[in-house]
């Protein structure tokens, strides 16, 4: 008997046996995303677009006028490069207006008010110190 109650005092722990807890994961900062504004995101897809119809018209044309694959590959490398190159231009100058449109406001900016202190100048300087004397046609001689 003496041994079937050392048997259950091993079996059943005294204290209740804790848990390990999981160490919580930090929070990580999320990466700030940079998106590129909606006008220039639209120019970018149509520009693409417009180049991959422009792929699929000339495969078409090519296949149907039954060309070499010469004709085929200088007709489709040199109409792509042609307009990507203008399309690729066209894109440039947007981006280019829309991130710099804040820097030439702020130029306008300048410039009127350099316009307005140099008025202000002006009419300053033309004031005289003195008092202006009226008289009558009649008192100056």
């Known amino acids: 008997m003496a041994e079937l109650e050392t048997i259950a005092q091993q079996?059943?722990?005294?204290?209740?046996?804790?848990?390990?807890?999981?160490?919580?994961?930090?929070?990580?900062?999320?990466?700030?995303?940079?998106?590129?504004?909606?006008?220039?995101?639209f120019t970018v897809m149509v520009s693409v677009i417009f180049l991959v119809l422009v792929f699929f018209t000339i495969v078409v044309i090519s296949i149907l006028s039954r060309a070499n694959l010469i004709d085929f590959v200088v007709r489709t490398s040199t109409s792509l490069l042609v307009i990507g190159s203008l399309l690729v231009v066209i894109a440039r100058q947007i981006s280019h207006g829309v991130f710099y449109q804040d820097d030439a406001e702020e130029e306008k900016k300048t410039e009127k008010e350099k316009i307005l202190d140099e008025e202000k100048k002006l009419e300053e300087e033309k004031k005289p110190d003195e008092p202006i004397e009226f008289q009558s046609p009649i008192e100056v001689k």
């Open 11 to 41: 079996k059943a722990p005294s204290a209740p046996v804790k848990k390990a807890e999981k160490p919580k994961p930090k929070k990580q900062p999320k990466p700030e995303v940079v998106r590129l504004p909606v006008l220039i995101e």
